[in-house]
């Protein structure tokens, strides 16, 4: 899902690279038959860029899961979401 959207910010000239575009993904189990099966899993984006792509990157957000292979595969199976923060670069005012 990260490499999904990370490219749709690309394709728009928002840089993703050199650590800009990071995620800490949460997968959430449960017990089915004595057995651990996942259930959940939810992807924490964080972009670091200036607040005037806040738009953009907001509306990829919206749209990018149904054009990611995995999120395509998987998510009439687990229950997959996501979510992305906008970080200033260091030194923005």
């Known amino acids: 899902m990260l490499g999904t959207f990370g490219g749709a ?3 728009r000239q928002i840089p993703v690279d050199d650590g800009r575009l990071s995620a800490e993904v949460t997968g959430e189990v449960e017990k089915e038959d004595n057995v651990l099966v ?3 899993v939810h992807v924490d984006m964080r972009l670091v860029a200036a607040a005037d792509a806040r738009e953009t990157v907001e509306r990829i957000h919206g749209i990018y899961a149904m054009n990611c292979p995995l999120y395509r595969t998987l998510h009439n199976c687990i229950q997959l979401t996501s979510s992305c923060s906008l970080v200033a670069p260091a030194g923005a005012a």
């Open 38 to 40: 996942i259930r959940r």
């Open 9 to 11: 910010l690309y394709a």
